[in-house]
């Protein structure tokens, strides 16, 4: 099946894995006239058959508190690598297609083969694929890995707030959201509900770290982001460009969700499990909504809730 759609109206690098067509997998094909050109990354294989092997050590210890790769900063003040890991073929293929480009990859053989479309054997490719047995595997990564394949990647530049705000209709916005599983949830939330881009106010967790990856499925790799440098003044920023800033709150005063999703662009807010967006940045939002509740329950999950407010905006017709 080959499905013809119009270029979405946010240059992406990875047009073919955040098209707006929520059901991409499904067909083999998307002709998007927008979308570049997407090439199999070339790689070369190495047997790794010695767990000590120092090539690999960027794969090393991912559960240790003091020396997992994927930490910026380490106990102590000392300096990490800071390194972004996709684990599993999906996570893996999604990384390929994003703006992060993996240095490396290790994995079994069985997953290099499930990769076949997405790399192509090239014995002078400078990124190598890292082939070991499971059991050499766990031994380097500290655990069995059931997904079977690691890829890893340097971060990128950063984008800025006007980057990811250059061009969007739907946008989401987190201040103090520091559970990275919360996070995961929403930008995989975020890419299946059409949100174009992601910003961090004060307080939250780090959204490379890498539960937040994988709980994404890859998406944190994909849908754009920017951490604030001013908060809350960044708020200042958003309106500039044209949203309707809407704050996430039980508040029974508050008006419901589906009153306040119908501008031309929208910035949801959310905030921490618990105490929610603090007093100061909702005062600076134009709008604050709540979803009706039932039961004597106040209120849903942070990533739960987004999921709803991203809804209920699709259901509008308006985004």
């Known amino acids: 099946m080959s499905l013809t759609c119009p270029p979405c109206h946010i240059d992406r690098e990875s047009r073919r894995l955040v098209c707006r067509l929520a059901d991409w997998e499904a067909v083999s094909e998307i002709v998007c006239p927008a979308a570049p050109e ?9 047997d790794i058959d010695d767990p ?31 390194l972004v890991i996709a684990e599993g073929v999906l996570v893996a293929q999604r990384m390929i297609a994003s703006r992060f480009t993996p240095h490396a990859f290790l994995g079994v053989d069985r997953r290099l083969t499930e990769l076949s479309a997405d790399v192509v054997i090239d014995d002078t490719a400078t990124v190598p ?17 059931n997904r079977g394949v690691l890829g890893v ?16 209709r739907t946008v989401a916005i987190l201040e103090g959201v520091n559970d990275h599983e919360n996070i995961g949830s929403i930008f995989r939330n975020a890419a299946g509900l059409g949100v174009d881009g992601v910003l961090f106010g004060a307080g939250s967790a780090d959204p490379l770290y890498r539960r937040s990856v994988r709980v994404s499925m890859g998406h944190a790799l994909l849908v754009p982001f920017a951490i604030g440098p001013d908060w809350p003044r960044d708020l200042d920023r958003v309106h500039e460009h044209g949203f309707t800033t809407v704050s996430l709150t039980p508040d029974p005063s508050a008006v419901t969700l589906a009153q306040a999703v119908d501008a031309e662009k929208i910035a949801f807010l959310v905030g921490a499990e618990g105490p929610g967006l603090t007093a100061a940045t909702m005062r600076a939002t134009h709008v604050r909504a ?30």
């Open 38 to 46: 997407i090439r199999p990354l070339p790689v070369r294989v190495v």
């Open 153 to 168: 990647a340097r971060r990128p530049q950063v984008l800025t707030v006007d980057e990811v705000l250059d061009g969007a």
């Open 290 to 319: 709540r979803i009706p509740m039932s039961r004597g329950t106040d209120s849903l999950n942070v990533a739960t809730a987004a999921a709803v407010a991203f809804y209920e905006r699709v259901r509008s017709g308006t985004m």
């Open 52 to 82: 000590d092997d120092d090539r690999v050590d960027d794969f090393r210890d991912l559960n240790s508190v003091d020396r997992r790769p994927d930490l910026p900063a380490l106990p102590g003040g000392r300096r990490g690598k800071g």
């Open 129 to 145: 694929f890292f082939r070991a047995s499971a059991e050499v595997m766990a031994e380097i990564v500290g655990f069995h890995l």
